[in-house]
């Protein structure tokens, strides 16, 4: 029995496989159900690991992870792997982070930055009715070896302010256009992908806001054949259990106009196994798709 190869990209475009997931902060008061961080990291890890295994162009977008949940995670992918990203209190290191974790091997990230999701993007901050300051760690990356440029988001919305996840689906889109717009030379902009914690159905007012017709973002769950789909397609978020908590899909991973673009796969994986420990209270998402190699991507 043979393990099937990884995915070979056809000539002339570049697979790439976009993540991603909600790890649950480092709580020192676990919830009934969940295991502490010393107990979910390694597992949690090598589910990363495994993700990632025969791939060079995994992007992985995380949300509540505290600094020292990412030096642990940044620890065990080792120093093929880079990350960026900024704690969301104090623009530095202090709260949760939602960092984008790269193959520094393979991608360079050319400029990268944090935005507060508040009417001032651009300083630690609260916005709207939000209970806490929320933030999306943007980067634009190159590969190294064909100069095929993306840009990547990675966010989490609110839990409790319904009017902030609606204000801030329609800044992360004002966000979004901003950073990929051309130069005004003709050259074409590079795709953009938006992974997070949206806190928001598929029927919720931030999911609507940013899938809106002219939006120019669309649902990537969407975009891909059902018999290419794996996974529970409408649960994201378990909980670990909890009696007071529904599960459901608040979890996404969103494209800012296609492209050439192909989608290839789609999957919502598992977050607990035979052990009964869940790594998470969300499960990861993940999209694999083909990226067309092009001499005049911008990125700036």
């Keep these: 029995m043979s393990l099937a190869s990884p995915p070979v990209a056809p000539s002339g475009s570049v697979h790439a496989r976009i993540v991603t997931l909600n790890v649950r902060y480092a709580t020192k008061s676990p919830v009934p159900g969940e295991e502490p961080w010393s107990v979910r990291a390694p597992k949690l890890c090598a589910q990363f690991a495994f993700i990632a295994s025969g791939h060079t162009s995994v992007f992985l977008c995380l949300q509540e992870v505290l600094y020292s949940q990412l030096i642990d995670i940044q620890s065990y992918l080792g120093p093929s792997w880079s990350h960026i990203g900024q704690g969301r209190d104090d623009g530095r290191l202090a709260g949760e982070f939602s960092p984008i974790f790269f193959r520094a091997d393979t991608w360079d990230c050319v400029r990268n930055q944090t935005f507060w999701l508040s009417p001032t993007t651009d300083v630690p901050s609260r916005g709207w009715d939000a209970a806490l300051n929320r933030i999306v760690t943007t980067g634009s990356f190159r590969n190294k070896e064909t100069g095929t ?103 996404f991973l969103f494209v800012q106009e296609r492209l050439n673009l192909k989608f290839v796969a789609f999957g919502i994986l598992s977050n607990k196994f035979d052990d009964g420990v869940y790594l998470s209270d969300h499960r990861p998402v993940v999209a694999d798709l083909e990226i067309p190699i092009k001499d005049d991507d911008t990125l700036h």
């Design 149 to 251: 440029a993306v840009a990547i988001m990675s966010t989490h919305l609110d839990h409790q302010g319904q009017i902030a996840r609606e204000e801030s689906a329609r800044l992360l889109l004002t966000l979004a256009r901003d950073w990929t717009d051309n130069r005004g030379d003709g050259r074409s902009r590079a795709p953009l992908f938006l992974g997070g914690d949206f806190n928001s159905t598929p029927s919720g007012k931030a999911y609507t806001a940013l899938t809106l017709p002219g939006s120019g973002m669309s649902d990537i769950s969407e975009l891909v054949p059902q018999s290419l789909k794996y996974g529970n397609p409408d649960i994201t978020y378990t909980s670990f259990g909890e009696s007071w908590e529904r599960p459901r899909k608040i979890d």
